[in-house]
């Protein structure tokens, strides 16, 4: 059963609009969120973090919120580039694993 | 920078046949990890070892096996390889194993 989930498989965004990518789970106990963006034919890379005290990281034009009472998760990619174009996945930690969410491909176009 | 590199970029296998995927991560970290990632389902753990000879089952170990010899190494073992292990295989290590984790670029595996 799948606790961490990705609703939009896809989605496109003009350049240099926001991009929001979302991520849902269903166990309250997780404690830390990551976001991992995987361009084709490589590995996932990490991107940002987010511990559950907090409810908004911010690093350059990455910004991801947390909103616990609704367990929903968002990356907010401001001004999105075309280098961006590539499939976002969330990770949610529960004790010492991470469950991966099913992966957004982010399209932006120039 | 870490280094996570994975033996093969493609392979194609039939059915019965023993498949072993190898995974060497550079940067001296005690936790690496097996993922298989399918359409759909995003990333899955099959496996998990946080010390060299130690393992743990992820949420779906069923027909697979590893083994951590050296702290560098691990590798994912099919021991008789059906069409339903056809995927994209992920190896991944981590410093701490509430860290970021590494990817390698993956192995595509195709059984016919």
């Known amino acids: 059963d799948q606790q961490v989930k990705q609703n939009s498989p896809s989605l496109s965004v003009q350049e240099g609009r926001i991009s929001i990518l979302n991520c849902d789970y269903t166990?309250?106990?997780?404690?830390?969120f990551l976001w991992y963006k995987k361009y084709p034919a490589e590995g996932p890379t990490f991107l940002i973090s987010?511990?559950?005290?907090?409810d908004k990281n911010e690093d350059g034009r990455f910004t991801v919120f947390l909103n616990k009472s609704a367990k929903h998760l968002s990356l907010h990619i401001v001004p999105s580039q075309p280098g961006d174009s590539a499939v976002y996945f969330c990770?949610?930690?529960?004790?010492?694993?991470?469950?991966f969410g099913t992966g957004t491909s982010l399209t932006v176009i120039p | 920078d870490v280094k996570v590199t994975q033996s093969s970029r493609y392979l194609v296998k039939r059915t019965g046949e023993k498949v072993f995927l190898e995974c060497v991560q550079d940067m001296d970290h005690e936790n690496m990890f097996w993922y298989r990632q399918d359409p759909g389902l995003g990333l899955r753990l099959i496996y998990f070892s946080y010390d060299v000879k130690m393992k743990e089952k992820g949420d779906i170990p069923e027909g697979y096996s590893v083994s951590r010899e050296k702290k560098e190494r691990f590798s994912l073992i099919l021991e008789s390889a059906s069409t339903n292990q056809t995927s994209m295989y992920l190896c991944?290590?981590?410093?701490?194993?509430?860290?970021?984790?590494?990817f390698g670029p993956g192995t595509r595996l195709t059984v016919l």
């Open positions: 991944a290590s981590s410093l701490d194993r509430r860290d970021e984790q590494f």
């Open positions: 166990n309250s106990m997780f404690d830390y």
């Open positions: 990770a949610a930690l529960l004790g010492n694993q991470f469950y």
């Open positions: 987010i511990s559950s005290i907090k």
